[in-house]
């Protein structure tokens, strides 16, 4: 299935040290090379700093889980391929991992070999396409139009403008959850990360922005609402 000549890298997010030993053992048997991180924080930062083929990722993780760290590195646009292993087998996480940008889901206990044959599979197929769709590289609302590859984006009257990463990861992460209200902490800890808090103005001259740059009229807006004391809505 593999060109066994490619070294594969993995990188393997878990906190249960006897799981860990024995995917590592099982995943370097079959050639891969691992990259272990024991929390979601630790997770970010190899996300951030190496390139890997595929991520297994545990959804139940110290410091941030692992919901959280797919959601941060897809607004980042990262797109390594994530497979999610979880204790609960419930159907609504598997509907939220995969909304968030999971490719795949494993509830735990797991049988060994249907690991091994999802992680070959999710690679195999990133080698055939390099998108998921859960990845969108442009969207169109009205005139407006987004490209997140490239951070553009064309206003109201087609004037093309490139906007910073910061811009985009908002929009993206508003975007994704069209009509729902998202708060101000989420926006905080999924756009801003953890270690610098800006206060809420922050946001809200981010959204003055985007009505400048959108709206027909801002002061009347249609696609990017505040909803006092609660976040930000964005809707089509």
Known sequence: MHDHNIKYRILLV??????????KLNLELHR????????GTEALEKFRNQAFDLAILDVMLPEMDGFAVCQIVR??????PILFLSAKSSGRDRV????????DYLAKPFDLEELLLRVAKLIQR???KSTTLADFERYSFGPNQVNFLNF????????EIEISRK???LLKLLIQREGEVVSREEILEKVWGYD??????TIDNYILVFRKYFEADSRLPRYFHSIRGVGYRFTP
Not at 14 to 23: A, F, G, N, R
Not at 196 to 201: D, E, G
């Open 14 to 23: 878990e906190d249960e040290e006897s799981l860990t030993k024995m995917l």
């Open 32 to 39: 891969y090379e691992v990259v272990h991180a024991g929390s």
């Open 75 to 80: 607004l980042e646009g990262n797109k390594t």
């Open 96 to 103: 939220e991992g995969l909304r968030i940008g999971g490719d």
């Open 126 to 128: 990133r080698d055939e």
């Open 152 to 159: 553009t984006i064309k206003d109201k009257l087609g004037t």
């Open 167 to 169: 811009e985009i990861m």
């Open 196 to 201: 610098v808090f800006p206060s809420t103005r």
